[in-house]
């Protein structure tokens, strides 16, 4: 028999699933299994998220790594807290000393495109303010996974031979040779079903739990990872990893007809969520069969995602204030701007812009929305000798333009892509949700919150309806599931639809909801090998 585990041509359906104690839904199998196994020993709901967050650098390295960033929205005894785990651009870096070597635009592969990693801080940092149970347990799955191999995942299976096809072709950008000794075989992706092991990954993660991450930014690993990047002429260095600190920010929300939606604040660009509810509030949506309300989601996206290239960045660099952005009245004026046709999105004026994602919860409420990055698939390509640590090209989301808010300069937070969700109600704490995804990340994520709140559909049906996806101008990519009535119409409006029948760049998301009893209630993603543990 000879199957092809990503082909599935006929219909299936996924329930929601419920459970009493709590939950971890991510798009891995084995890492919701690390985070049960954490939940059914006692941990809480962030011990159960960071053994999965911690496993996934193994199992799904095609989306972050140790060199990743993180962001997360806790719920911890009813209070909402927010922490920004992600890392600046190398202090010595200009826009001047890239165009001095011939860059025309911001790097994407390569030593140049790192920014200090921000992830392990972060997972250190959760611990220490939430964690219930040692870190040794918690670190138990993600050693047990690198030492002796798991059964590798279809969908993962698919990106691993993209990516390894997408850095065959980068063969003139220098030090991706220890990418391919590290993650192929032989410089063949694993296929799905094959044994994984990394006893490079084992023997990191094993120094970064002895030193409680010490040696990744002041330690032996950090000199390794300085010295890699130094090798290769690249601007990262020790001082920048010696200075990363994590930050706790109190998360940003709008009301969304009786619903609290919150985001993290930038420079991640999950505010743009928040500007396009804003815009929609001034419409009923009562049909997602009718291309109308397709149009006007798609109407608010563009002009919400124009204004996020246009103002977001590190926050001591913007120009216009949160609440600005967040008005009800910049939020009414935009909308004015939606009519019956396309239109081509330009920021406004508000005073007068891949990953891994998962969403865990506790018997005693608490919740957690944390999600994690490399940026670009493994990320710059660069990866540390004998350490399987795999670097961030976060760098590419910076501008090139000079005076533009998010331009380049030393030290500087970039435009960030990844954003955690979370809903409350009356104070009431709901859950997290998320869908990972760079620039598709907010789209998807007015998507399912319209799906949830406007449309009643229940937290499977919300990830599993189709999606479209604005890439500019007029273009909006579409899943093939919709109507060809909606298709046509769209068309009509002056649209350019592109079927899209490869969901891969559509977004993957976990929802987990809470309700009124206590019950927890989940949906996982159809568009990868999503799986929701229960205890």
């Not at 104690?21 to 891995?28: D, E, K, L, P, V």
């Not at 009519?339 to 969403?359: C, E, H, Q, W």
């Not at 670009?376 to 501008?399: E, Q």
């Amino acid at each position: 028999m000879n199957f092809n585990f990503n082909d599935y041509p006929y219909p299936s359906k996924r329930r929601v699933v419920f459970s009493k104690n709590g939950m971890i839904a991510s798009s891995n199998p084995y890492t919701v299994l690390a985070g049960q196994k954490i939940l059914m020993k006692g941990g809480n709901a962030i011990d159960a998220a960071l053994a999965c967050g911690i496993s996934m650098p193994v199992c799904e390295p095609t989306s972050n790594g140790l060199g990743s960033d993180l962001f997360a929205i806790i719920s911890f005894n009813n209070k909402l807290y927010g922490l920004n785990s992600s890392g600046r651009s190398p202090k010595n870096i200009s826009l001047e000393k890239l165009k001095n070597r011939g860059y025309k635009d911001i790097p994407k592969y390569g030593a140049d495109s790192v920014t200090t990693p921000g992830a392990v801080g972060g997972w250190f940092e959760l611990h220490k303010k939430f964690g219930k149970i040692s870190l040794e347990e918690i670190f138990e799955p993600a050693l047990e996974y690198a030492e002796e191999g798991f059964a590798l995942s279809a969908k993962v299976a698919d990106l691993w031979e993209r990516e390894v096809k997408k850095y065959m072709g980068l063969k003139n950008i220098p030090g991706l040779d220890e990418f391919f000794k590290t993650f192929t075989l032989d410089g063949k992706a694993p296929k799905a079903g094959d044994i994984v092991k990394n006893k490079y990954l084992f023997k990191t993660l094993e120094e970064i739990l002895k030193t409680r991450g010490e040696s990744f930014y002041k330690g032996g690993l950090a000199e390794k990872v300085s010295k890699t990047i130094g090798n290769l002429g690249g601007f990262l260095n020790k001082d920048d990893l010696e200075d990363f600190r994590t930050s706790w920010v109190h998360p940003i929300s709008i009301n969304y007809r009786g619903y609290d939606i919150w985001e993290m604040p930038p420079n991640g660009h999950g505010i743009i969520v928040l500007m396009a509810l804003n815009i929609l509030k001034n419409f009923e949506l009562t049909n997602r069969e009718d291309s109308k309300t397709i149009h006007r989601i798609i109407e608010a996206i563009k002009l919400a995602m124009a204004d996020g290239a246009e103002f977001i960045s590190d926050p001591k660099s913007m120009k216009y204030k949160i609440e600005d952005l967040l008005s009800e009245d910049y939020g009414s004026l935009r909308a004015r701007e939606i009519g019956k046709d396309s239109i081509f999105a330009r920021a406004g004026l508000p005073a007068n812009p891949s990953t891994v994602y998962m969403a865990a919860s506790d018997r005693d409420g608490n919740m957690i929305s944390l999600i994690q990055s490399n940026y670009d698939g493994f990320g710059s390509g660069i990866v540390v000798k004998d350490t399987g640590i795999s670097l961030n090209n976060r760098l590419a989301n910076f501008s090139f333009k000079e005076n533009h808010v998010n331009t380049l300069e030393g030290g500087k937070l970039p435009y960030h892509t990844i954003i955690p969700g979370f809903i409350t109600k009356d104070a009431r704490p709901l859950g997290p949700f998320g869908i990972m995804g760079a620039f598709m990340q907010p789209q998807a994520h007015v998507e399912v919150i319209t799906n949830l709140i406007d449309f009643s559909l229940n937290p499977q049906v919300a990830l599993d309806a189709p999606r479209f996806m604005w890439t500019g101008d007029k273009n909006v990519e579409i899943e093939v599931d919709f109507s060809e009535k909606i298709i046509d119409d769209l068309k009509n409006r002056g649209h350019k639809i592109i079927l899209k029948n490869d969901y891969t760049n559509m977004g993957r998301g976990q929802i987990i909801l809470r309700n009124k009893n206590g019950v927890y209630f989940a949906g996982t993603e159809k568009r990868t090998d999503g799986f929701i543990g229960i205890y």
